[in-house]
């Protein structure tokens, strides 16, 4: 594929990286694709979150753009089919892609002049957008807010919503003001370090980091590689990031894993714990800007709209919670800005269940993390 247009590329929001011959706004770094497990790389592709940002007095705007992929797989029209253009708090307008070379027009609505309007893509369609242009007056590009990367797995990607929009991710940033870039990888991220030195490496206000469900079937692990997997998964991230506000949310419920042993004999409720009591021990240790949301209790199971992601109401729920820890944890970070993170340090499991009759599963020991330096900053 060729390098994307530049001429809405100041209006483009969400896309870090540079086009790929698979794909124009991938989500993981295409220079490591070669090391990315090839889920995590298939649902990179997909430009969740990736969206035009604009403020202006034009009636309209006109978006051009060419689509290559009417295969929607899983989530069928929910993975994005529309162009869907919010603002003033509501959704002014959508209109339906097409498949190949389209032109959208897209009222700004009645909103005052210096009201940021977003519009989210058809995603599911693998979208280029060629051009924006404004109709009966003028847009720029809507002013910078602060970097938000949020990582995670199947529902940070906005499974399975009703379209792009109504993700629990994409709520939580128009609702506190951020600057989304999302890492969410469905049916993957497991806390690969190869996805930290990605967080560690790009800019960011704040980082949320929302996984674990699948480390429980898809790639089983035991207590015990979870636990270690996130310790190390922050350790690198704070090489790039040693002072800024991250935010852990454990998994959410899921009726039908909750006290199911995987084939290593780990339920999710065990991964749920491991994952918090990591979070905890690191909080105590001193990591200030370290903050924990427990997921078990943000969604009930009846808002799992196919029992295992949450529908729209569900995605709405998750992101007032997420959206109030996030404005909590910046607010915190810049009115204790001298906060500092101390050296990774030794650490002990600590169940409060027992682990399956295993050799060599007592204890962990020291945790080391590279002193290479993170690449260049995004």
């Known amino acids: 594929m060729s390098p994307r247009p530049?001429?809405?590329e100041p209006f483009l929001r969400g896309a870090p990286y540079p086009s790929t011959?698979?794909?124009?706004?991938?989500?993981?770094?295409?220079?490591?694709?070669?090391?990315?497990?090839?889920?995590?790389?298939?649902s990179a592709l997909i430009p969740a979150g990736?969206?035009?940002?604009?403020?202006?007095?034009?009636?309209?705007?006109?978006?051009?753009?060419?689509?290559?992929?009417?295969?929607?797989?899983?989530?069928?029209?929910?993975?994005?089919?529309?162009?869907?253009?919010?603002?003033?708090?509501?959704?002014?307008?959508?209109?339906?892609?097409?498949?190949?070379?389209?032109?959208?027009?897209?009222?700004?609505?009645?909103?005052?002049?210096?009201?940021?309007?977003?519009?989210?893509?058809?995603?599911?369609?693998?979208?280029?957008?060629?051009?924006?242009?404004?109709v009966r007056g003028a847009i720029i590009p809507a002013p910078a807010l602060p970097r938000w990367i949020a990582y995670g797995d199947s529902s940070t990607q906005g499974w399975i919503a009703s379209g792009p929009s109504q993700g629990w991710a994409a709520i939580a940033a128009r609702t506190a003001g951020l600057d989304l870039?999302?890492?969410?990888?469905?049916?993957?991220?497991?806390?690969?370090?190869?996805?930290a030195e990605h967080i560690a490496g790009l800019r960011a206000d704040i980082i949320t980091i929302a996984y674990g469900a699948s480390c429980w079937m898809r790639t089983p692990h035991s207590m015990g590689m979870v636990t270690e997997a996130l310790w190390g998964f922050l350790d690198v991230i704070r090489q790039g990031h040693p002072t800024t506000?991250?935010?852990?949310?454990?998994?959410?419920?899921?009726?039908?894993?909750?006290?199911?042993?995987?084939?290593l004999g780990t339920s999710l409720a065990d991964i749920r714990h491991a994952i918090e009591?990591?979070?905890?021990?690191?909080?105590?240790?001193?990591?200030?800007?370290?903050?924990?949301?427990?997921?078990?209790?943000?969604?009930?199971?009846?808002?799992?709209?196919?029992?295992?992601?949450?529908?729209?109401?569900?995605?709405?729920?998750?992101?007032?919670?997420?959206?109030?820890?996030?404005?909590?944890a910046l607010k915190s970070a810049n009115e204790n800005p001298q906060a500092e993170v101390p050296e990774p340090r030794a650490h002990i499991l600590r169940p409060t269940r027992p682990f399956p009759a295993r050799v060599g599963m007592t204890t962990f020991g020291p945790q080391t993390s590279s002193t290479a330096a993170p690449s260049p900053v995004r």
């Open 6 to 8: 530049e001429q809405p």
């Open 21 to 42: 011959g698979e794909a124009p706004y991938p989500r993981a770094d295409p220079a490591d694709s070669p090391r990315l497990p090839a889920d995590i790389w298939h």
């Open 50 to 134: 990736v969206r035009l940002e604009l403020v202006g007095d034009a009636e309209a705007v006109d978006v051009s753009y060419r689509t290559t992929s009417g295969n929607l797989g899983y989530r069928g029209d929910g993975a994005g089919i529309t162009f869907s253009l919010w603002r003033g708090g509501g959704n002014v307008w959508q209109e339906e892609a097409v498949l190949g070379e389209g032109l959208v027009r897209l009222p700004l609505g009645a909103s005052p002049p210096g009201d940021r309007a977003v519009i989210y893509l058809p995603e599911g369609m693998q979208p280029l957008v060629q051009s924006i242009s404004a």
């Open 181 to 195: 870039f999302n890492m969410g990888y469905a049916s993957a991220a497991r806390g690969e370090i190869i996805s």
């Open 245 to 263: 506000p991250i935010v852990v949310i454990s998994p959410v419920i899921r009726p039908e894993a909750e006290d199911v042993p995987n084939r």
């Open 277 to 328: 009591m990591v979070t905890r021990d690191r909080i105590v240790s001193g990591d200030h800007t370290l903050s924990l949301v427990a997921g078990m209790s943000m969604v009930r199971a009846e808002l799992l709209a196919d029992g295992i992601h949450p529908g729209d109401e569900g995605h709405t729920r998750i992101a007032a919670i997420v959206s109030r820890a996030l404005t909590a």
